[in-house]
């Protein structure tokens, strides 16, 4: 029995191994230019959930010159086995060590997967610092939301891409292919390896740093090396600064000006095994002007860009016939604020719904939810409720732009309530700056005034008459400040502090109202260490890495102490990027990488919050002039504009 099917035999969840799905997209290597290794640093059921390795997979895998692939985490009991057998990290389509192709470009979802990433690089034999990387060494290209602020992993990657990928990706391949030249080994197969120094004109000539110079050009790319950080006295940074001519002192992120032009993958692969988002997802719109001062999301995704109802639907239809699944996802950061949304939901409903195929919506705002597109939506099949009001009490939504208030709250609960819904999970955040006991036990009031509310209602009752329990669920995480956001220059709560206001919660809050889940602190503060940190950290992540930290997000597999003696051998105090104010006019690490929003906006949104004053949304109530538009080149897409376009069409 050959090594892969025997190591097969001895995992859990060997589907995640295979490759072989329906829809999946296998090339001849010897019939492509290019080979990118689509690279998710966690395991197959969220990687393959994530949506934007399903539209790089696509956009790549439709140029005839390039064979995209996909590659995930092993799980520990894979990876144990992998290094037993001597097995590299290879891609799922054609089972291609990794290290073979020519970009491997990895995914920086979350601040937590880093050690997976220089995991994912030893396993596939690929040198951990891009400066020792050879001819015959692939590109290591990072994108995604940790992307704003790559610092603390910079010194792993070659290249960096900020903002949206689908069509830098094309500019990256296309400079490759310029750099390189053609290829004279007469087929890939031929070459020991991937061997791009030895292989074009291009290659031979000028090295990697040729190709790096190429790409640095590129609008929206990023490479660590040409810059040098120089440090103060006290720590913090003095400058950042390019250390080649023409490499930009700024680099701005890359934004797709019309989602209708883009080419939406219909026929996504298909796992063999659930996933975490097992569905269809259609992408209604891209970004968000609600303006909430701790998300970094509603910042780096700016401006609104809708896709237009005519194109959502068609885009649905595909899906269901081409895949097969009995559930559509409307995707967004909040769907409710899709201007074409009730009469988007009826249609797909009226076409779908007949065959079984549910529609949701996976993110729905407190005063936008409609109960009667609630229960259009339900009427497949039927669901709880989600709702993250953030904060306990009035004056800490002001402060964080929240722009929720109380009677909201009560009111939709009154309204599923009587409805028919009797399960519901509330979402808060602790630790949030200006945040007291008061705030935190806010929380446990509005529990309590649900639980009444609830009580009131006439429709908690089964089928048979008996009375239905409210099963309310209280989820809190730790505020983690993050880079380009209002609240960048903001500390976070100290470790003990968040402990206090978790034990807090747990006492005040009643069991027999509400179930309490809360997230690790432990973790949040290794995540707030890296969400702001800056280059130095390398040091800290590679030693985390010798000492077996991986998986991180995952409880089980956490290790806070490794971590911190991580910390200590690397000579840094993570207090200093995780528990300390900024100024102003300090140097951040990320300042040299635009998301396109003023720093003089943010400065005045940070002021208005300690002022306990919010900020209206921009698509709603005109332009708070964040500068995004204007910076880009951009349009934001005002209410309506983008059916308004393609109906025309």
Known sequence: ???????????????????????????????????????????????????????????????????????????????????????????????????????????LQYEMSFTNILNLLDLSGIPLLAAERGPDDPFVVAGGPCAFNPEPVADFFDLVVLGEGEEVIHDLVQAYLEWRGPRRDGGRRARRARGAGADGAGAAKDGREGFLLRAAAIPGVYVPAFYDITYRPDGCLESIRPNRPGVPEVVHKRVVRNLDTLDYPTDPIVPFLDIVHDRIMVEVFRGCTRGCRFCQAGVIYRPVRERSSKKVKGLAADLVRKTGYNEISLTSLSSGDYSTIAGTLRDLIAEHGPAGVGVSLPSLRVDSFDVALAEEVQKVRKTGLTFAPEAGTQRLRDVINKNVTEEDLMRTARAAFNSGWNALKLYFMIGLPTETDEDVLGIVDLAEKIGRVYAEAGQHRGPRGNRRPLRLTVSTSSFVPKAHTPFQWEPQTPLEGLRQKQDLLRHRLPRRLAEYNWHDAELSFIEGVFARGDRRLGRALLEAHRRGCHFDAWSDQFKFGAWMESFAAAGLDPAFYANRPRAYDEVLPWDHLSSGVAREFLIEEHRKAMAGETTTDCRAEGCTLCEVCPTLDVDLDLKGGGDAVADQG
């Open 1 to 107: 029995m050959a090594p892969f099917e025997r190591i097969l035999s001895q995992v859990t969840k060997p589907a995640r191994y295979t490759g072989g799905e329906w829809n999946e997209v296998r090339k001849d290597h010897d019939a492509v230019e290019v080979l990118f290794a689509l690279a998710f640093p966690d395991v197959y059921e969220i990687g393959m959930s994530h949506l934007g390795l399903r539209l790089l997979y696509h956009e790549l895998n439709r140029r005839p010159d390039t064979a995209a692939e996909r590659v995930f985490s092993p799980w520990v009991d894979m990876e144990k086995t992998m290094r037993q057998e001597g097995l590299p990290l290879f891609a799922l389509e054609s089972r291609t060590p990794v290290g073979e192709f020519d970009f491997v470009g990895v995914t």
